[in-house]
DNA sequence: ACCCCGGATAGCCGATCGGATGATGCCAGG
DNA sequence: CCTGGCATCATCCGATCGGCTATCCGGGGT
């Protein structure tokens, strides 16, 4: 007899994505899915009424809260769960605030199941689990300057990929144009680069501005 | 008792998403998954042993030539299989390519699983199934004027994602500054923009550069 | 044969960018 | 407490960009 069995809930904004995670998990006899979630609201409240041991999060989940900010908030529940990441990225922006968040690994969706059953169990005893590709991108990254681009810079990054010149930015975020091209000169040392059209090429690249 | 079981073969490199569409699929009475792969090479043999009468592709099969090219490669077969595209993304490019490869249907992986299944069986029966936020993407496409760039102007997209200059680019491509610039404004045009940056940043949405 | 388009080229000019330099205030971490 | 990162603002100046107009040539379609 299986001492006691892991109870694990889905968040997960793709139907197909909870039922194929559903059907694999529940095939384990040690495994029991005893609920699932397709936002973060919807999260918080089944997480309170079933509270599992582990939580399977998906990072994008759509409108609303992300799922870093939900791992924060269950997090913050009187009994936190262990979260597990299980998501299709692995920018190590993503990775960085999903543990900053308090998740305790970080799978990627074309793990083979087995890896999954291993990283829930993993999980569940309290043990930090990384994905091979995602441990190796973090080892190379701390190894490298790390450029981590301010929420500010961000915002320019933003503008910028809308096409926008410096007054136009400026008039947006109301500031002096000095102040624009301030950020922009960090903007262009973090990403190594030297021009407008290479900021944004790099910075789509590196995930900090989405396609 | 059911006519005709439909046959289906489901290739997606990611394990959890085959589960799961498997698990839905199958839980239909008039549904049957008779096959699964993982990439193009798998997909053409399973076809070819199977023979299904609806493939599910996902679009992004890791390493390998992709769901767009793997959709061409079956429908050549002798047996062509109708094939349904399930992926997450809906860019215009990438719908356009599956259509033009020979996919009769595109749905999106958050789609209700009820949604799934009238697809599968529409699909079927030759009809050609697009979601609802793909169709109207396509609509407003149509309307405008479907902007194709050239060769030579990709690669000055290319040239302009790196960052390099006019003068840097016309060293580059052997040819005059003055003809970058023409080119350049031939972009803008093309792609609505009026600055480098926002070329760029167009051009990768447009799936015009990868990222 | 004719025309349109893609590609290449030229020159002009005002607007903008990018780099350098320097300064201020705030707040968090050591 | 003090250093450092972030955000803010200011000025100057040379280099570059973007828009405009115009020409030329070769290939593909009508």
Redesign the pocket.
Known sequence: MVEQRIRVVLVDDHPVVRAGVRALVDAQDDLDVVGEAADSAQAVAVVGETTPDVVLMDLSLGEGPGGAETTRLLRDLPEPPQVLVLTTYDTEADVLEAVDAGAAGYLLKDAPPDELFRAIRGTARGETVLAPSVATRLLQRAASPAP?V????VEILRLLAKGL???EMARE?L??E??V?????HI?TKLGV???AGAVATAIERRILRP
Chains 1, 2 share one sequence.
């Open positions: 981590k301010s929420p500010r810079e010149g410096n007054k975020l500031v002096s000095a102040t091209k301030s950020h922009l000169s262009y030297d021009t407008r």
